[in-house]
Structures are given as C-alpha cells and as structure tokens.
T-cell receptor
Framework: DVKVTQSSRYLVKRTGEKVFLECVQD?????MFWYRQDPGLGLRLIYF???????EKGDIPEGYSVSREKKERFSLILESASTNQTSMYLC????????????FGAGTRLSVL | GQNIDQPTEMTATEGAIVQINCTYQ??????LFWYQQHAGEAPTFLSY????GLEEKGRFSSFLSRSKGYSYLLLKELQMKDSASYLC?????????????FGTGTRLKVLA
C-alpha cells in the first residue's frame, strides 16, 4: 500500500514563528504536492514538485516556501506564521503519468495563535 | 479561468441511490477524478474518467461528458459509512507537468 506520512497531526504555533511541515512517501513517486483545505474553499494547491530540487508555485504560494532535497521527502515552510495560515495542510504524491492518482497523507491541522 | 462546481451538501436515506454532479470549465483537460473524504481523514481515490461514458466499480459509478464539461458520481445501495465529502477534481496538462484543480466538495449525509 502507498503510504504518505505527515510528521504531525496537530500543531500549535505562535505568530511570527518559522514552521516546518514534513511529508514522506514510500512509493518512489516523482510528484509531490502541498495543499491547504479550508471550509467552503476546498483543496487549494500551495506548491508542487515534479522532481528532486524542482518546485512550482500553485495557486496560493504567498507566505510559503518548499524544499525537496530527496525524492521521498517534501517540506513546507512557513517563514513567519500568521493567523490566516491556520488551516488543515495535506500532502499528496503521485506518479508522473496521465492517470495521475494522488495519494494523500492524513493531514496536519495547524493553529497559529 | 479554471472552475469546478459541485453542490455543497446532499442528504439521502440508507439503501437509496444518490447522484452527485460536478461541472467544470477548464483548459488543458486531461481527466476527472472523484475522491472520498471522511471527516478528519485524508481524501482517498474513488474513480477516474478520461473518455466519455460510465465507469462502474461496485456500488459506485462515475460518468463523464467532455463536451458538456459535466460529470456525476452515482452511489447505489447507500450505507451509513458513505457519509463523507466527495471531491471532484480535474487534472490539467500544462507544459510538461500535470496540475489538479479540486472542487469544494459535496458533503453527503446518509440517514437511517
């Protein structure tokens, strides 16, 4: 079974803190994605990566950065957390193919106080 | 712009059939997915359509009409465990990469 593991289920941080969200997949997938999920807004793509050290901005990259130093790991960084970044963060991975099924981690619920 | 629409909420009775619709306006269409997401859990893959027509998988079926920008997910013999959000997602082909766009999801409540 495909496994996508996010390092934390729940996180509470203070405004201005630097926050790292880690995601690891064990299926040798080329693509990895970070989304945030908010009520009424659905899943919105923050960043994605289609190869090691490669990254592309999604629809809402402002306030975030990412790092992919190894194929299996994709990190989301909040340089200076703000209260409007309180959300559920979902990581996903997939092969690079036309039928591009995404496999999701369980999510990290981040609260910024 | 790229847009996906689906109803916010639906209610149905155990044992019944329910159809969840999804309409989309996109460019570079390369397929449509349905995912199921139980509260507090990760979305999980249900179905994929790239050609027009119906794909059946047990109690779940998904239909696509590319010319109309329309899909539906059909759930038969509803069970309580089918209470979840159902996400419609379109995969777009860009310059060498693929990108997903998700609808906001339809929350289905199954009543006894």
């Amino acid at each position: 079974d495909v496994k996508v593991t996010q390092s934390s289920r729940y996180l509470v941080k203070r405004t201005g803190e630097k926050v790292f969200l880690e995601c690891v997949q064990d299926m040798d997938h080329e693509n990895m994605f970070w989304y945030r999920q908010d009520p009424g807004l659905g899943l919105r793509l923050i960043y994605f990566s289609y190869d090691v050290k490669m990254k592309e901005k999604g629809d809402i990259p402002e306030g975030y950065s990412v790092s992919r130093e190894k194929k299996e790991r994709f990190s989301l960084i909040l340089e200076s957390a703000s209260t409007n970044q309180t959300s559920m963060y979902l990581c996903a991975s997939s092969f690079s193919s036309a039928k591009n099924i995404q496999y999701f981690g369980a999510g990290t619920r981040l609260s910024v106080l | 712009g790229q847009n996906i629409d689906q109803p916010t909420e639906m209610t149905a009775t155990e044992g019944a059939i329910v159809q969840i619709n999804c309409t989309y306006q996109t460019s570079g269409f390369n397929g449509l997915f349905w995912y199921q997401q139980h509260a507090g859990e990760a979305p999980t893959f249900l179905s994929y359509n790239v050609l027009d027509g119906l794909e059946e998988k047990g109690r779940f079926s998904s239909f696509l009409s590319r010319s109309k920008g329309y899909s539906y997910l059909l759930l038969k013999e509803l069970q309580m465990k089918d209470s979840a959000s159902y996400l419609c997602a379109v995969i777009l082909r860009g310059s060498g990469t693929y990108k997903y766009i998700f609808g906001t999801g339809t929350r289905l409540k199954v009543l006894a």
